[in-house]
């Protein structure tokens, strides 16, 4: 902030969180008003001790953030020049806290009506906004106070207890140990797994020369599970012919109703699926769409709501103006005026409304030339749902057809689509936003006769259940009432950089490291890592936040027993020593047997005689694979600064071959460079980066 952007005449300060919202803002409210940014939390409790008076109810101990000092003394003296200071931080518990904050700090009356809330930054929203002021509300700030008071009791108790016990760095959480668990419950569940061998048999078949597919069901009228081929045998043995009967054929009428629109929740797994964004990119696109984007003339407007909500309220403007895009783009026949309500999720804030456009008028191909990739790739994910949303269900048409051959029977399921409805819109699921694709059978009746083309007998074995995605994670955690909107993207992020779980083909992975951590909260703080206890004191926040709990009793119910399990653990915990394993080969430099160690960021080689030697490796994989270009070393896979696996010659830096596609160890037959094995939808293929030769990868 320069000395001059405060001297300029203006009655009214506003204050904000973020300067790409001030500027946006300030043009909406005219010259009478000044719009600048706090950059977030201003006060915070220290970051050297606890902060919290455990003896004095829990009393924090907040102070200004160190860096913020030259913002803090121009708020003050942009204060002192203002009639009157609107504090108009974001509209949920954090924000309520920052204004808290800054009135603190400000010298601001508590009862004054100073604080302005507005879900959506457009010039019609902030101006309502600013016509109805509240003053600050208290059981909002109680209730961030109270989450950030126990996070702190969790973190700064049990964090020096592991430093001590285990490796200094490591830090322990509320809601993170509960993620932590149950990604390592998973793993052992995967491991625990012994897969069971099943059959099926799939057949191909005609009526005239229209073709289509049926799956074997069962034999004289019951369903038979195929556990071996001994099975498949009996049930092909009784298949003498090509002719089936047709013996049954039923029709229905299928609604398929839209999805609602999206949540902070709903919004992360959906572009995880559909954009391949991971949390935190979504949430960070999701944000620029909600400060503002410069559309030309209209000048800068806030394209989304809210993007942290747990709610799937909408506002009825909203839902009018969608209704009359509809009615106007698609025809009236598919608005739903009066679509059935839909219910929050059991414990939902419903602070605000779900996350939808702010204006169903501003199309995504409208919207195309202001955007970038990501922006318009989120935009469209977001407008779709919203306007599916506020559409008649799809209507399918649907065949199940029997076929029996000596008791053997064969079933047949398809669809075709009688009416789009929201399906001309959103697909739930699909990756390209198209409609699903039909599965249309022939006209068949019952008593019809059909040759099969080939039945094909396929063995399978049970899967072990789905490591975690940030997706699924997210999505579970939710189902069990842990943690709120704001509190997903970095609870991923911490358990990530404390290298308690790996990304491993975007699957979560427990580490050496976090099985240990989890290993110790299990087993002398269970209740932190129990999902119903956490989910409970969700409960009690959301209490303290309707004024139905004091914010000190909910702490004081958690910390008296968490005392006597902290003093159990200082004396329980023994020393863990994290065992270094060796490496199977010598230090170059001094001779000594190198070890394999486990750091902030993994495991890496060093050597065994640390510090007199301090020689150390990156740990790297070969591909068994011959580099392509000196033909000396090994192609070993590495991973660049972010994370992204990229392949390089075993000699670097003396050959400086690298390539983000994998080498496959042949050349080209029409150019003779090497080939690589590229990620493609549906698979992978092996192409030739200089030629348009390509082939298709073995499975």
């Given at each position: 902030?320069?000395?001059?952007?405060?001297?300029?005449?203006?009655?009214?300060?506003?204050?904000?969180?973020?300067?790409?919202?001030a500027?946006?803002?300030?043009?909406?409210?005219?010259?009478?008003?000044?719009?600048?940014?706090?950059?977030?939390?201003?006060?915070?409790?220290?970051?050297?001790?606890?902060?919290?008076?455990?003896?004095?109810?829990?009393?924090?101990?907040?102070?200004?953030?160190?860096?913020?000092?030259?913002?803090?003394?121009?708020?003050?003296?942009?204060?002192?020049?203002?009639?009157?200071?609107?504090?108009a931080?974001?509209?949920?518990?954090?924000?309520?806290?920052?204004?808290?904050?800054?009135?603190?700090?400000?010298?601001?009356?508590?009862?004054?009506?100073?604080?302005?809330?507005?879900?959506?930054?457009?010039?019609?929203?902030?101006?309502?906004?600013?016509?109805?002021?509240?003053?600050?509300?208290?059981?909002?700030?109680?209730?961030?106070?109270?989450?950030?008071?126990?996070?702190?009791?969790?973190?700064?108790?049990?964090?020096?207890?592991?430093?001590?016990?285990?490796?200094?760095?490591l830090?322990?959480?509320?809601?993170?140990?509960?993620?932590?668990?149950?990604?390592?419950?998973?793993?052992?569940?995967?491991r625990?797994?012994e897969?069971?061998?099943?059959?099926?048999i799939?057949?191909?078949?005609?009526?005239?020369?229209?073709?289509?597919?049926?799956?074997?069901w069962?034999?004289?009228?019951?369903?038979?599970?195929?556990?071996t081929?001994?099975?498949?045998?009996?049930?092909?043995?009784?298949?003498?012919?090509?002719?089936?009967?047709?013996?049954?054929?039923?029709?229905?009428?299928?609604?398929?109703?839209?999805a609602?629109?999206?949540?902070?929740?709903?919004?992360?797994?959906?572009?995880?699926?559909?954009?391949?964004?991971?949390?935190?990119?979504?949430?960070?696109?999701?944000?620029?769409?909600y400060?503002?984007?410069?559309?030309?003339?209209?000048?800068?407007?806030?394209?989304?709501?809210?993007?942290r909500?747990?709610?799937?309220?909408?506002?009825d403007?909203?839902?009018q103006?969608?209704?009359?895009?509809?009615?106007?783009t698609?025809?009236?026949?598919?608005?739903?005026?009066?679509?059935?309500?839909?219910?929050?999720?059991?414990?939902?804030?419903?602070?605000?409304?779900a996350?939808?456009?702010?204006?169903?008028?501003?199309?995504?191909?409208?919207?195309?030339?202001?955007?970038?990739?990501?922006?318009?790739?989120?935009?469209?994910?977001?407008?779709?749902?919203?306007?599916?949303?506020?559409?008649?269900?799809?209507?399918?048409?649907?065949?199940?057809?029997?076929?029996?051959?000596?008791?053997?029977?064969?079933?047949?399921?398809?669809?075709?689509?009688?009416?789009?409805?929201?399906?001309?819109?959103?697909?739930?699921?699909?990756?390209?936003?198209k409609?699903?694709?039909?599965?249309i059978l022939p006209?068949?009746?019952?008593?019809?006769?059909?040759?099969?083309?080939?039945?094909?007998p396929?063995?399978?074995?049970?899967?072990?259940?789905a490591?975690?995605?940030?997706?699924?994670?997210?999505?579970?955690?939710?189902?069990?009432?842990?943690?709120?909107?704001?509190?997903?993207?970095?609870?991923?992020?911490?358990?990530?950089?404390?290298?308690?779980?790996?990304?491993?083909?975007?699957?979560?992975?427990?580490?050496?490291?976090g099985?240990?951590?989890?290993?110790?909260?299990?087993?002398?703080?269970?209740?932190?890592?129990?999902?119903?206890?956490?989910?409970?004191?969700?409960?009690?926040?959301?209490?303290?936040?309707?004024?139905?709990?004091?914010?000190?009793?909910?702490?004081?119910?958690?910390?008296?027993?968490?005392?006597?399990?902290?003093?159990?653990?200082?004396?329980?915990?023994?020393?863990?020593?994290?065992?270094?394993?060796?490496?199977?080969?010598?230090?170059e430099l001094?001779?000594?047997?190198?070890?394999?160690?486990?750091?902030?960021?993994?495991?890496?080689?060093a050597?065994?005689?640390?510090?007199?030697?301090r020689n150390?490796k990156?740990?790297?994989?070969?591909?068994?694979?011959?580099?392509?270009?000196?033909?000396?070393?090994q192609?070993?896979?590495?991973?660049?600064?972010?994370?992204?696996?990229?392949?390089?010659c075993s000699?670097?830096?003396?050959?400086e071959?690298?390539?983000?596609?994998?080498?496959?160890?042949?050349?080209?037959?029409?150019?003779?460079?090497?080939?690589?094995?590229?990620?493609?939808?549906?698979?992978?293929?092996?192409?030739?980066?200089?030629?348009?030769?390509?082939?298709?990868?073995?499975?």
């Open positions: 902030m320069g000395r001059s952007h405060f001297f300029m005449a203006y009655k009214y300060l506003v204050i904000v969180e973020s300067p790409a919202k500027k946006t803002i300030e043009k909406y409210l005219g010259r009478n008003y000044k719009v600048v940014a706090s950059v977030g939390h201003i006060r915070d409790l220290p970051k050297s001790k606890m902060g919290i008076d455990v003896e004095n109810n829990y009393e924090p101990h907040y102070i200004s953030i160190r860096g913020k000092g030259d913002i803090i003394k121009n708020l003050r003296s942009a204060a002192k020049k203002a009639q009157k200071v609107y504090l931080s974001d509209p949920d518990r954090e924000g309520e806290a920052i204004a808290w904050h800054l009135a603190f700090l400000l010298g601001l009356d508590l009862n004054d009506k100073n604080r302005v809330v507005f879900n959506e930054i457009t010039k019609d929203a902030v101006k309502a906004a600013f016509k109805e002021p509240r003053s600050i509300n208290l059981n909002l700030v109680d209730a961030q106070q109270a989450r950030r008071v126990l996070d702190r009791l969790v973190g700064y108790s049990i964090s020096p207890i592991l430093w001590k016990k285990v490796k200094k760095g830090s322990a959480g509320r809601v993170q140990s509960v993620a932590l668990k149950m990604i390592i419950d998973r793993e052992k569940e995967i625990k797994f897969p069971e061998e099943y059959w099926s799939d057949g191909n078949f005609k009526k005239e020369k229209k073709k289509f597919k049926a799956n074997f069962g034999v004289d009228g019951k369903k038979r599970k195929l556990s081929a001994a099975d498949v045998k009996e049930v092909t043995q009784k298949i003498t012919s090509k002719d089936y009967d047709v013996t049954k054929v039923e029709k229905q009428e299928r609604k398929r109703n839209p609602a629109p999206f949540t902070t929740s709903s919004m992360q797994q959906e572009a995880a699926r559909k954009l391949n964004f991971r949390t935190r990119k979504t949430m960070m696109v999701a944000q620029q769409l400060e503002g984007i410069a559309l030309g003339k209209q000048g800068t407007v806030g394209l989304i709501t809210y993007m909500t747990d709610s799937k309220r909408i506002a403007s909203a839902k103006e969608a209704a009359t895009f509809i009615e106007e698609y025809g009236s026949e598919y608005a739903a005026h009066s679509n059935k309500a839909i219910k929050n999720a059991q414990g939902a804030q419903d602070a605000h409304e996350i939808r456009p702010t204006s169903a008028l501003r199309t995504p191909e409208q919207m195309e030339t202001y955007l970038d990739k990501d922006q318009m790739k989120l935009y469209r994910l977001i407008w779709s749902r919203f306007v599916a949303s506020q559409m008649k269900p799809a209507i399918l048409d649907t065949m199940k057809v029997t076929l029996v051959q000596n008791g053997v029977t064969f079933i047949a399921n398809g669809s075709k689509i009688k009416f789009h409805g929201f399906m001309k819109v959103y697909v739930e699921g699909r990756d390209d936003g409609e699903d694709k039909e599965n006209e068949l009746l019952e008593g019809d006769k059909v040759q099969s083309v080939d039945i094909e396929k063995q399978h074995f049970t899967q072990p259940p490591r975690f995605s940030e997706a699924t994670l997210i999505r579970t955690l939710e189902e069990n009432g842990v943690g709120r909107p704001s509190t997903y993207a970095p609870t991923l992020d911490t358990i990530q950089r404390r290298y308690y779980v790996k990304l491993a083909q975007k699957r979560f992975e427990p580490t050496e490291l099985e240990i951590v989890n290993g110790l909260i299990e087993e002398f703080f269970p209740r932190i890592v129990d999902s119903h206890f956490t989910a409970e004191m969700e409960k009690d926040l959301d209490s303290v936040e309707e004024g139905k709990e004091q914010w000190i009793k909910v702490v004081d119910r958690f910390y008296r027993p968490f005392e006597t399990e902290l003093t159990k653990a200082e004396e329980g915990i023994e020393k863990i020593q994290i065992k270094d394993e060796p490496a199977g080969f010598d230090c001094c001779g000594h047997p190198m070890v394999i160690k486990l750091g902030k960021y993994g495991k890496f080689y050597c065994s005689n640390f510090p007199d030697c150390t990156p740990i790297i994989k070969e591909i068994g694979v011959e580099c392509p270009v000196c033909h000396q070393g192609v070993v896979e590495r991973k660049s600064k972010k994370n992204r696996i990229f392949y390089g000699n670097y830096p003396t050959c071959f690298t390539s983000w596609d994998k080498p496959v160890g042949r050349s080209c037959p029409k150019c003779d460079h090497y080939l690589v094995e590229k990620k493609v939808k549906g698979g992978k293929q092996v192409i030739c980066p200089e030629g348009d030769y390509e082939e298709a990868v073995q499975k």
